[in-house]
């Protein structure tokens, strides 16, 4: 996983952008199961490797072209790196996106929707966008 220090060096010299980070970046050796979505820890949602399986399947998927972590305001105010949702680019509906993660059922999110869940300025790092392809994000409250 990322060190909290490494996160902070890639983000802009003011440490207002947040860099986006891969989905190896986040969760390969990362222990902290409540470093996303803690609010579903212990009530339904998978250990951090299932969901971490299930995002590397998707972003095997033809019809998406990178999958990030995008970053919670925390990670700025604190010293542990905390996920606030998942940036997917795709062409698939947000739909198809929640059926095949079973993102509602079982990974017990909000769901899938248009766009990031900050505004697309506060993020660095964040890879071309193909052409038709829009960036979409998976949520949890």
């Given amino acids: 996983m990322i060190s909290h220090d490494e996160v902070m060096q890639r ?3 003011a440490g207002e ?4 980070l891969t989905l190896t970046e ?6 902290e199961e409540d470093s996303i979505a803690p609010n579903q820890w212990g009530y339904g949602r998978p250990p951090l490797a299932e969901i971490h399986r299930r995002l590397v399947e998707l972003e ?6 990178w999958v990030r972590v995008q ?3 925390d ?9 606030e949702s998942i940036a997917i680019c795709t ?6 996106i929640e059926h095949r993660l079973q993102a509602i059922n079982e990974l017990e999110s909000d769901g899938v929707m248009e766009g990031l869940s900050y505004d697309e300025e506060d993020f660095c790092d964040i890879p071309p966008i ?3 392809y829009r960036l979409t994000s998976l949520v949890w409250d």
């Fill in 91 to 96: 062409t698939a509906t947000t739909d198809e």
């Fill in 26 to 31: 986040f969760f390969e050796g990362n222990t």
């Fill in 17 to 20: 952008k947040r860099p986006l």
């Fill in 71 to 73: 970053l919670h305001d």
């Fill in 60 to 65: 095997a998927c033809s019809d998406v072209a």
């Fill in 75 to 83: 990670t700025f105010d604190g010293d542990i790196v905390s996920a």
């Fill in 11 to 13: 983000s802009d010299a």
């Fill in 130 to 132: 193909p052409p038709g």
